[in-house]
Protein backbone atom coordinates (compact mmCIF):
# COMPACT_ATOMS: atom_id res chain seq x y z
CA UNK A 1 0.00 0.00 0.00
CA UNK A 2 1.12 3.56 -0.86
CA UNK A 3 0.22 6.88 1.50
CA UNK A 4 0.85 9.90 -0.53
CA UNK A 5 0.39 13.19 2.10
CA UNK A 6 0.50 16.63 0.64
CA UNK A 7 1.12 19.71 2.16
CA UNK A 8 2.00 23.60 1.26
CA UNK A 9 -1.58 24.70 -0.07
CA UNK A 10 -3.12 28.18 1.39
CA UNK A 11 -4.39 31.45 0.93
CA UNK A 12 -2.12 33.58 -1.47
CA UNK A 13 -2.32 37.12 -3.65
CA UNK A 14 -2.02 37.01 -7.17
CA UNK A 15 1.10 37.30 -8.23
CA UNK A 16 2.16 35.52 -5.41
CA UNK A 17 4.37 32.32 -4.64
CA UNK A 18 3.35 28.54 -3.20
CA UNK A 19 5.51 25.50 -2.66
CA UNK A 20 3.56 21.85 -2.68
CA UNK A 21 4.78 18.99 -1.29
CA UNK A 22 4.02 15.23 -1.32
CA UNK A 23 5.95 12.77 0.64
CA UNK A 24 5.30 9.00 -0.33
CA UNK A 25 5.44 5.95 2.01
CA UNK A 26 4.83 2.66 2.39
CA UNK A 27 5.32 0.16 -0.87
CA UNK A 28 7.01 2.60 -3.39
CA UNK A 29 9.26 0.67 -4.91
CA UNK A 30 8.95 0.62 -9.05
CA UNK A 31 7.28 3.36 -9.40
CA UNK A 32 7.73 5.52 -12.29
CA UNK A 33 6.27 8.96 -12.17
CA UNK A 34 4.64 11.46 -9.55
CA UNK A 35 2.65 14.33 -10.57
CA UNK A 36 0.09 17.05 -9.32
CA UNK A 37 -3.09 17.69 -10.61
CA UNK A 38 -5.85 20.15 -9.99
CA UNK A 39 -9.37 19.98 -9.76
CA UNK A 40 -11.21 23.16 -9.28
CA UNK A 41 -14.78 23.72 -8.59
CA UNK A 42 -17.32 22.28 -11.83
CA UNK A 43 -14.24 21.52 -13.55
CA UNK A 44 -12.31 18.00 -14.61
CA UNK A 45 -9.35 17.40 -13.02
CA UNK A 46 -6.60 18.27 -15.36
CA UNK A 47 -2.83 17.54 -15.14
CA UNK A 48 -0.52 20.28 -13.60
CA UNK A 49 3.10 18.52 -14.22
CA UNK A 50 4.77 15.52 -13.74
CA UNK A 51 8.19 14.18 -13.12
CA UNK A 52 9.58 10.31 -13.78
CA UNK A 53 11.99 8.65 -11.89
CA UNK A 54 14.79 9.41 -14.28
CA UNK A 55 14.21 13.12 -13.83
CA UNK A 56 11.98 14.19 -17.00
CA UNK A 57 8.93 16.61 -16.52
CA UNK A 58 5.93 17.79 -18.09
CA UNK A 59 3.99 20.30 -17.94
CA UNK A 60 0.47 21.61 -18.79
CA UNK A 61 0.79 24.24 -21.40
CA UNK A 62 -0.76 27.21 -18.82
CA UNK A 63 1.78 26.56 -16.21
CA UNK A 64 5.09 26.50 -18.33
CA UNK A 65 7.53 28.93 -16.83
CA UNK A 66 5.18 29.47 -13.68
CA UNK A 67 5.71 26.07 -11.88
CA UNK A 68 8.49 24.02 -11.42
CA UNK A 69 8.18 20.37 -10.18
CA UNK A 70 11.13 18.59 -8.80
CA UNK A 71 11.90 15.42 -6.55
CA UNK A 72 14.11 14.25 -3.64
CA UNK A 73 14.43 10.79 -4.55
CA UNK A 74 15.91 10.34 -0.88
CA UNK A 75 12.70 11.51 1.41
CA UNK A 76 10.86 10.17 -1.72
CA UNK A 77 9.19 13.81 -1.66
CA UNK A 78 7.88 15.57 -5.03
CA UNK A 79 6.94 19.07 -4.68
CA UNK A 80 5.40 22.19 -7.06
CA UNK A 81 7.04 25.08 -6.67
CA UNK A 82 4.11 27.75 -8.04
CA UNK A 83 4.61 31.36 -8.85
CA UNK A 84 2.91 34.31 -10.23
CA UNK A 85 0.09 32.65 -9.32
CA UNK A 86 -2.84 34.00 -10.29
CA UNK A 87 -7.11 33.58 -9.19
CA UNK A 88 -7.79 30.75 -11.98
CA UNK A 89 -5.02 28.89 -10.36
CA UNK A 90 -7.47 28.21 -7.50
CA UNK A 91 -8.21 24.49 -6.59
CA UNK A 92 -7.46 21.66 -4.31
CA UNK A 93 -4.23 20.41 -6.03
CA UNK A 94 -3.46 16.78 -5.88
CA UNK A 95 -0.17 14.30 -5.83
CA UNK A 96 -0.39 10.94 -7.98
CA UNK A 97 1.93 8.41 -7.57
CA UNK A 98 2.06 6.03 -11.05
CA UNK A 99 3.26 2.43 -10.61
CA UNK A 100 1.30 -0.79 -11.43
CA UNK A 101 -1.22 1.16 -10.05
CA UNK A 102 -2.36 4.82 -9.50
CA UNK A 103 -2.36 6.20 -6.19
CA UNK A 104 -3.65 9.73 -4.96
CA UNK A 105 -3.01 12.02 -2.16
CA UNK A 106 -5.80 13.62 -0.32
CA UNK A 107 -5.71 16.91 -1.59
CA UNK A 108 -4.44 20.26 -0.54
CA UNK A 109 -6.18 23.59 -1.37
CA UNK A 110 -4.66 26.37 -2.95
CA UNK A 111 -6.42 29.94 -2.88
CA UNK A 112 -5.20 32.71 -4.81
CA UNK A 113 -7.15 35.96 -4.36
CA UNK A 114 -7.12 39.47 -3.27
Known amino acids: QVQLVESGGGLVQPGGSLRLSCAAS????????MGWYRQAPGKQRELVAS???????NYADSMKGRFTISRDNAKNTVYLQMNSLKPDDTAVYYC????????WGQGTQVTVSS
Open 96 to 103: KLSARLDY
Open 51 to 57: ITISGNT
Open 26 to 33: GSIFSFYA
